[in-house]
Structure formats: structure tokens, C-alpha cells
């Protein structure tokens, strides 16, 4: 696919303020500093189209970006827990979980980890929740430029191998990818245009 336009659309906290237009929507998503804002400047070919809407007070929010007038790109900074009862019952932040329960639109999930790390608690509680809730997720693995050809092809196969011994049967599509140097990024918007036309 070839990006043509990419243009914010708007920033907010409430799912059901997001655009009312019926357009397939793909959502990026992970802990900050995972590469997620270089990620879609990459994608979209915007030297800083993230970060427009990461501004101070901005990154808590949800915001849509209208890419070649025909679907969104949704940007969801940042996730971590929040504790919602005195139980320490812990949960993630209520309008993460609400935009993925609640909205129509979304037809894929992107959750990013740094292939160098390992899988982390937070991550992994993460797509456990996308499962349990059928939400559907593709992982992509971020800056793949710092490793080497082999180390990336251990650490995926790592990472495979905890999501296999957790809750998951089988493992999520995944992409590797790097803005430093484009790695991936013919491939993801080739996924994204393939399941917007089927
Ligand atoms: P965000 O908080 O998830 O939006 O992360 P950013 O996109 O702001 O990136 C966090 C840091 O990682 C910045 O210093 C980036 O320059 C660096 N970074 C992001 N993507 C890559 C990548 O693909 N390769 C390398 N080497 N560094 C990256």
C-alpha cells in the first residue's frame, strides 16, 4: 500500500467521542518507549505525525489518524495497570479496555514489544486479556536493527515460546520491524490493505 494522505483526525479519552465514520480502524499499542510513535511516523512516512498528538497532556489519549481517506490509524499510548478496588485487583486503564470492547471499527490490534527484552509480565497480561476478550492482535516486534539476524531469530523465537507455554495454542501472527531502517514496514501495510479489501 501506498501511503497517499495521513492526516490527525482527533485526540480523546472516551471511546464514544471517537470519529463516527464506519472505517476500518487498526490500533497500535504497547508500553511507552517501545518504538510505538517511530513506528507509525515510519508507517506513514510523517517525519512527526505521532508525536503531534503526544504532546504534553496529549499521550493519554486516543488518537485517530485518517490514513489515505480510508482507514484509521489509532494510536493508544502507553498502557500499564491500573488498580481499580481495594482488593488490588488489578486491571488496565479503563479507556484502553473500553475502546477495544466497545469499538466496532477495530478490525486489528497491533501490540509492540522490544525484541531485545525479554517477554515481559505486563505484555503478556496484555494479550491474555485481548484473548480472553477476542480481540484480534498481531505482535510486533520493535528496533530489530539492535540485534543481530540471529539474535532477532532467538529472541522471536523466545518470546513464541512464552506465549506457548501461557494461555495461547497457538502464536499471533507477528511482524519484525525496525524505523531505523524500514525493516517490516512493506509487510504490515501490505497485512493492513489485504484484510481492509477481504
Ligand atoms: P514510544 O514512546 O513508544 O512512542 O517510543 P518512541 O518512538 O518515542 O521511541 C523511543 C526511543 O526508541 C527513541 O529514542 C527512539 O529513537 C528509539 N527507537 C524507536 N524505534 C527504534 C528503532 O526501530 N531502532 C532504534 N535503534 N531505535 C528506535
Keep these: 500500500m501506498k501511503i497517499k494522505s495521513a492526516n490527525f483526525v482527533m485526540s480523546n479519552s472516551n471511546v464514544a467521542k471517537c470519529p463516527k465514520e464506519l472505517l476500518p480502524e487498526y490500533a497500535f499499542i504497547g508500553r511507552s518507549n517501545v518504538g510505538k510513535s517511530s513506528l507509525i511516523n515510519m508507517l506513514t512516512q510523517r517525519k512527526s505525525l505521532a508525536k503531534t498528538s503526544g504532546r504534553p497532556g496529549k499521550t493519554q489519549l486516543i488518537n485517530h489518524f485518517k490514513i489515505n481517506e480510508n482507514w484509521f490509524l489509532v494510536d493508544l499510548p502507553g498502557y500499564g495497570y491500573a488498580r481499580v478496588s481495594k482488593k ?3 486491571t488496565f486503564q479503563k479507556y484502553i479496555t473500553d475502546y477495544f ?7 486489528c490490534a497491533f501490540v509492540l514489544v522490544d525484541i531485545r527484552h525479554e517477554p515481559q509480565k505486563v505484555d503478556l497480561e496484555f494479550m491474555e486479556w485481548m484473548g480472553e ?8 516486534f520493535t528496533k530489530a536493527d539492535k540485534l543481530k539476524p540471529k539474535a532477532i531469530e532467538n529472541h522471536v ?3 513464541l515460546k512464552a506465549l506457548l507455554e501461557g494461555v495461547w495454542e497457538e502464536a499471533p501472527k507477528y511482524f519484525v520491524t525496525s524505523s ?4 517490516g514496514k512493506e509487510e504490515l501495510l501490505a497485512f493492513i490493505e489485504d484484510i481492509n479489501i477481504n
Design 101 to 107: 470492547l466497545e469499538r466496532q471499527q477495530l478490525v
Design 180 to 183: 531505523s531502517n524500514g525493516l
Design 88 to 90: 488490588d485487583k488489578k
Design 133 to 140: 476478550n477476542q480481540i484480534p492482535f498481531c505482535l510486533i
Design 157 to 159: 523465537n523466545t518470546y
